[in-house]
């Protein structure tokens, strides 16, 4: 057999759509625009994939062209005046970079970027245990859980489960399910308190196997807004000890939630402090503004000194299977940042404000829910922390403030604060009146 007819035999063989010499319909139809859904396709049975539920809700406003329209769906910070914001300290951050190299970084990333991450969440907690850390820059917060549970994966033991709060950010279950680690749930929220679920949480926290992981708000919970107090926390503790399970925090409000960076960051450091190995996942999205720079970092605490660079190893293993190395721009401004005491001092003053104002709101919504006689208690609007709020507002009133008053909304009747101001509250309320009398 000659060279050419090697080369025809494997085409004919090969997984290339087989094309009919004697007809040239199914050549033209490949080689024109509009393709035929009967010509044969390796991805015929590739199916559908749902609306992710808030993006979707988001698309769903922007498409949407009455002018009353209100987007509560997205956890994103806006102004008074509804407005995407660039904190200042960011904004003086990016003046002071311009021209930086863009050359790759580390697999692991910026190293001092690293170290002011675990410092900003650990504090003085970590004073005399830095050997026992290891942290790699990460996309985000997303980024940081995904390279945790791909490392709970390989290196736990078979069969470890995740478990998540419910509810949760539904992001949790896909990461896992995505990393080939099993995920279940513990008891969070009480919707007939509108509050913790103090009691489950405990009873499933001592029903799962031991050394089992759980996933921690580290503080402003989402979607509840709901949090453990001080004291729970440390219940919490005990219960986890007792069973020794692992702390895999997840860091996405710190410093946004109170306005306190410390206040926020108690958790975290009681785990550490308490003898836990332990996992944190930070997310620079909410505190920093940092929302498409996907800046974030991955701490993993252990034990032991020797096995941490055998475990940074691995990890770099990972993300540069995954994507090589982290982008530049957000951690240099983090990093930037955290590196100046006036920048440093300027950031915490923005945070003071921007946590101010989502408090400011949620008091003028409730008032304003309290001045119309709105049916049902809503002082848990006030008690939530963070940027949402769990409403208890159910499926049929959601809709209807969705289609009747065009207010976009998680069909779980999480509202994001930070899309109402003074300019809509009164809409917003008088919206939630008309639903939750006109369902009653």
Known sequence: MSTLEKVSERIKNSLFVPIDNNNNMIQDSINSNEVSSQVPTLFANVPLGPVDPILGVSTAFKADTDPRKVDTSVGAYRDENGKPYVLKCVFE??????????????????????KLSAKLLYGDAMVGKEKRMVTVQALSGTGALRIGIIFI?????????????RPSWTNHHNICKESGVQSAEYAYYDPK????????????MRAAPNGSVFVLHL????????DPT????????????????????????????????????????????????MFSAQSYSKNFGLYGERTGALTIVSHREDVVPKMLSQLKMDIRAMYSSPPTHG????????????????????????????KD????????????????????????????????????????????????????????????????????????????????
């Open 93 to 114: 951050a990016e003046k002071r970079l311009l021209g930086a190299p863009k050359e790759y970084l580390p697999i692991d990333g910026i190293p001092e970027f690293n």
């Open 153 to 165: 994966r390989k290196y736990l033991p078979a069969g470890t489960v995740v478990y998540i709060s």
């Open 193 to 204: 308190t509108k509050g913790l679920d103090f009691t489950g949480m405990i009873h499933d």
């Open 219 to 226: 503080c402003a919970h989402n979607p509840t807004g709901v």
């Open 230 to 277: 001080h004291e729970q926390w440390n219940t919490i503790a005990d219960v986890m000890r007792e069973k020794n399970h692992i702390p895999f925090m997840d860091c996405a409000y710190q410093g946004y939630a109170s306005g306190d960076l410390d206040y926020d960051a108690y958790s975290a450091r009681l785990f550490l402090n308490r003898g836990f190995e």
């Open 331 to 358: 951690a240099r401004l983090v990093t930037t940042v955290l590196s100046d005491p006036e920048l440093t001092a300027l950031w915490v003053k923005e945070l003071k404000e921007m946590s101010g104002r989502i």
């Open 361 to 440: 709101v949620r008091q003028k919504v409730l008032d304003a829910l309290i001045a119309r006689k709105v049916p049902g208690n809503w002082e848990h609007i006030v008690n939530q922390i963070g940027m949402f709020t769990y409403t208890g507002l159910t499926k049929p009133q959601v809709d209807i403030l969705v289609n009747k008053y065009h207010i976009y909304l998680l069909g779980s009747g999480r509202v994001s604060l930070a899309g109402l101001n003074n300019k809509n509250i009164d809409y917003f309320a008088d919206a939630v009146l008309d639903a939750v009398t006109s369902t009653q």
